[in-house]
């Protein structure tokens, strides 16, 4: 027996080579996405939720009803296609770099203006926007007193809401965590016994926001440092240039980006240079 008759004989919905086109079409029109042809799997499994939420027979009507421009139903569809792998302190170089060297530069550079902004983008169920909440507090009791604040985005509605909320799972943090887990987070009591809850402190640097990276970006002033690691990797080079080239325009001179091992501006702009592991700074 084959592969594909076996797929045929255990997947409840018929699921077509036209019908795989139209949502790739669909997942790369409202997020970017470039979804390759063997993501087959992936794209079915995800969405076969949708049709049994919805009472549908088959993935031409769901594609028909994409194409209507249903806004509750485009929402659940990107939020079903997006994929959101994180942990606190994950890729930890970078944290060092930041509390190591960025930090005290530009506690130095901004000394008399004492205001930090950064962007954490596809920050999903807001670990990376935390840890840099606890690498700026850690750095010196001074930032604790300074305007500090970091935008954390994301496409997908479920994963902000989780973020908003901070409240974690004890079992999935503690070893990321370490000793950080009594510092910064209240456990769970009651019925929230086995979670953990971020404390205030950390809360009020943090902004979530949603946000569709394909969009117009409503911010105006720029960040010292812009965090969109294993986020570039889903797009195609296309729009992983036109991306690199709007990241810039947010950042000043010698401003700081921070992306995933498998990404590089290096072949599709000259405006960032590397100065780290995964870690450029705009020079133009």
Same mark, same amino acid.
């Given at each position: 027996?084959?592969?594909?008759?076996?797929?045929?004989?255990?997947?409840?919905? $018929?699921?077509?080579?036209?019908?795989?086109?139209?949502?790739?079409?669909?997942?790369?029109?409202?997020?970017?996405?470039?979804?390759?042809?063997?993501?087959?799997? +992936?794209?079915?499994?995800?969405?076969?939720?949708?049709?049994?939420?919805?009472? +549908?027979?088959? /993935?031409?009507?769901?594609?028909?009803?994409?194409?209507?421009?249903?806004?509750?139903?485009?929402?659940? /569809?990107?939020?079903?296609?997006?994929?959101?792998?994180?942990?606190?302190?994950?890729?930890?170089?970078?944290?060092?770099?930041?509390?190591?060297?960025?930090?005290?530069?530009?506690?130095?550079?901004?000394?008399?203006?004492?205001?930090?902004?950064?962007?954490?983008?596809?920050?999903?169920?807001?670990?990376?926007?935390?840890?840099?909440?606890?690498?700026?507090?850690?750095?010196?009791?001074? +930032?604790?007193?300074?305007?500090?604040?970091?935008?954390?985005?994301?496409?997908?509605?479920?994963? +902000?809401? $989780?973020?908003?909320?901070?409240?974690?799972?004890?079992?999935?943090?503690?070893?990321?965590?370490?000793?950080?887990?009594?510092?910064? /987070?209240?456990?769970?009591?009651?019925?929230?016994?086995?979670?953990?809850?971020?404390?205030?402190?950390?809360?009020?640097?943090?902004?979530?926001?949603?946000?569709?990276?394909?969009?117009?970006?409503?911010?105006?002033?720029?960040?010292?440092?812009? /965090?969109?690691?294993?986020?570039?990797?889903?797009?195609?080079?296309?729009?992983?240039?036109?991306?690199?080239?709007?990241?810039?325009?947010?950042?000043?001179?010698?401003? $700081?980006?921070?992306?995933? $091992?498998?990404?590089?501006?290096?072949?599709?702009?000259?405006?960032?240079?590397?100065?780290?592991?995964?870690?450029?700074?705009?020079?133009?």
């Amino acid at each position: 027996m084959t592969a594909t008759s076996t797929r045929k004989r255990t997947q409840p919905y $018929h699921f077509t080579e036209q019908d795989l086109e139209r949502l790739r079409k669909l997942i790369y029109q409202h997020t970017g996405i470039h979804m390759a042809e063997n993501k087959r799997d +992936l794209i079915y499994g995800r969405l076969t939720r949708r049709l049994r939420a919805l009472d +549908l027979k088959n /993935f031409n009507d769901y594609c028909r009803f994409l194409e209507e421009g249903d806004p509750e139903e485009l929402e659940a /569809f990107r939020n079903a296609v997006t994929t959101n792998l994180t942990a606190f302190f994950r890729e930890a170089h970078h944290f060092d770099y930041l509390a190591g060297k960025l930090l005290p530069r530009l506690m130095h550079e901004k000394r008399m203006e004492r205001r930090l902004r950064f962007w954490s983008a596809g920050c999903s169920t807001g670990e990376e926007p935390y840890t840099l909440a606890m690498v700026v507090l850690e750095s010196s009791p001074e +930032l604790a007193r300074w305007d500090v604040k970091i935008l954390a985005t994301d496409l997908d509605s479920r994963v +902000l809401d $989780h973020g908003r909320q901070g409240v974690y799972e004890l079992d999935n943090i503690q070893r990321s965590l370490g000793p950080r887990l009594k510092r910064w /987070f209240l456990r769970g009591k009651g019925p929230f016994e086995g979670k953990a809850r971020v404390k205030p402190e950390l809360k009020e640097l943090v902004d979530f926001q949603q946000l569709n990276l394909m969009h117009d970006w409503p911010m105006r002033q720029p960040f010292d440092a812009i /965090f969109c690691r294993n986020v570039l990797i889903y797009f195609d080079k296309p729009t992983q240039k036109k991306l690199f080239e709007r990241f810039a325009k947010l950042l000043p001179l010698n401003g $700081h980006l921070f992306i995933g $091992h498998s990404e590089s501006p290096l072949d599709l702009t000259d405006r960032f240079e590397l100065i780290g592991q995964s870690i450029y700074r705009r020079v133009k």
